[in-house]
């Protein structure tokens, strides 16, 4: 595995007339190297760096899958139930109908049709598969869904499976943990899925934040390579615990308890909040995060954004993608929307995207896109990947 932090190279190829440069020690903000020629990846296996051992692994992105509850939600169904209307929504966020939890769907069930679907593009059995990252803030289990998914997936021989928390975030950092895992642990095929139902945490009586959220699941499959394959290119990664103050969905319990300096046993059973949310402060810091940092995964990469073919960002409000898109000057039909139909379904909002894209036709093998995820910690990152 990768040292303390996360120390490993790669070698990047070429991608049409395209010149990239190799990632070489990879850490905590995917620095690159500069001379375009890498014949193998080096993994250091201490801290200090002491022991190595070379793997010829890349990784790609060969898999894609889908799935969304049955219920569909619309701005005019909310109307029904606070003060709002499809104009006032639709003008501030872009968002028309959203997907929603409700009768027989479950967000493990819905995590388990993507992985399927991933599965089946990328002619993969679920006996191959060796490890399964499931991002989500919203588990159905406080210990985590992960197994679940992998028992309901019927893999036999017992891979890893493990939950990763991080927000709107949690996709990306799924991407990258999937490809230190590949490189730096020999690991084949990993499935990263990104899931999420903030219908069950949000105040449907606070028009501020109930017509923002939906419900789905998205997955990937991301498959070891030759090196000279290799479809991650970049990436930059943050968090901010200042920030938590304005977006957070924190423990709850008995009041008196809490206002009382003295210990009391047996506890109060906990629950959390439903979710808080000061949407100015969040659109502020998102605009001001995500243009340096995809600009900084772009250097990492070796590319500027002339070369990018698609813009994959965090579903969670029209304007702040057309910010973005205009900081970075990337042309609005290369950016990837479909927030009218799902509104933010945070850790499945990049990968359910990507999806509709893919199947559609709109994202073809060896387009590369840049991708970043933005939201609650306060978390945010980006990476340059390739399709297929």
Known sequence: MANASGLFSATVPSLKSRTFQPCL??????????????TRIICSGSVDGARQRFINNGCKLVGSG?????????????????????????????????RVIAGNDSLTGLAVEAARKALEMAQ??????????????????????????????????????????????GFVLGLISA??????????????????????????????????????????????????????FGFDVHSDGEGQRHLNASITGDEAELDNSEPSFPPSPSSYSCIQMNGKEVFRFACRVVPPSIESSLKKAGLDSSQIDWLLLHQANQRILDSVANRLNFPREQVISNLANYGNTSAASIPLALDEAVRCGKVKSG??????????????????????
């Not at 909310?78 to 639709?90: G, H, M, P, R, Y």
């Not at 891979?159 to 709107?168: F, G, K, M, V």
């Not at 995820?373 to 980006?382: C, D, P, V």
């Open 124 to 169: 993969v059995h679920p006996d191959e598969v060796d490890l399964v990252l499931m991002c989500t803030s919203t588990p159905e289990d406080l210990f985590g869904s992960a197994p679940q998914i992998q028992k309901a997936l019927g893999c036999k021989n017992n891979p890893l499976a493990y939950d990763i928390t991080a927000a709107c975030s």
């Open 367 to 388: 387009h590369t896109i840049a991708a970043a995820g933005f939201g609650a910690g306060l978390t945010w990152g980006s990476v340059i990947i390739r399709w297929g």
């Open 25 to 38: 020690g990879i850490n905590r903000s995917g620095s690159a190297s500069s001379d375009g020629i890498v």
């Open 66 to 98: 889908s799935a969304v509850p049955s219920l569909k939600i619309s701005n005019d169904d909310l109307s029904k139930i606070v003060e709002t209307n499809d104009e006032w929504i639709s003008v501030r966020t872009g968002i028309r109908n959203r």
């Open 179 to 232: 490809a230190c895992h590949i490189r730096g642990g020999g690991f084949k095929n990993v499935l990263v899925i990104g899931a999420d139902a903030l219908s069950r945490y949000v105040d449907w009586t606070d028009r501020g934040t109930c017509i923002l959220f939906g419900d789905a699941a998205g997955a990937v499959l991301v498959q070891a390579c030759d090196s000279e394959e290799d479809g991650l």
